[in-house]
């Protein structure tokens, strides 16, 4: 699971593990895991440093306050997730050498089996009924 961490600089850092966040040897960061990691640890921030770290991630849109504390961490937590795929641990790759699966070869014809026609909609035809001729054939 990623672990984040926040320096006094507002600045993020995503380690892959918590021990990778430990070896950082950075004292004056804040690291968390989840969203509720991190709302226990800025428990005691005021929100104008939530307003400040809001707009020091990239690709947000500036704001000028948060209306509570909750919604701010909310927000946060969900602009960072996505450093956090950056900092995953590369999973081994497939071998280059292995074969793909085979497919199964289809399955032969029926030779005396009719090709299926497809044919196009006909037009509705204009309903014909005895009364309709009779009453052209009067006029």
């Known amino acids: 699971m990623a672990t ?3 320096t006094d600089d507002n600045n993020i850092t995503v380690f892959a593990t918590a021990a990778e966040a430990a070896q950082a040897d950075d004292s004056t960061a804040t690291s968390f895991d989840s969203q509720a990691a991190l709302t226990k640890v800025s428990a005691d921030w005021p929100l104008s440093r939530f307003v400040d770290l809001w707009n020091s991630i990239p690709g947000n849109a500036e704001v000028k306050k ?56 006909r037009r509705p035809r204009r309903a014909a009924t005895r009364a309709s001729v009779r009453t052209r054939r009067l006029k």
């Open 4 to 6: 984040f961490t926040i």
């Open 66 to 121: 948060f209306t509570d504390r909750k919604k701010a961490v909310a927000r946060i937590w969900t602009a960072i997730q996505p450093l956090a795929s950056s900092a995953q641990p590369n999973e081994p790759e497939a071998s280059p050498t292995s074969q793909p699966e085979a497919r199964s070869p289809p399955e032969p014809l029926n030779p005396r089996r009719k090709p299926r026609v497809l044919r196009r909609p």
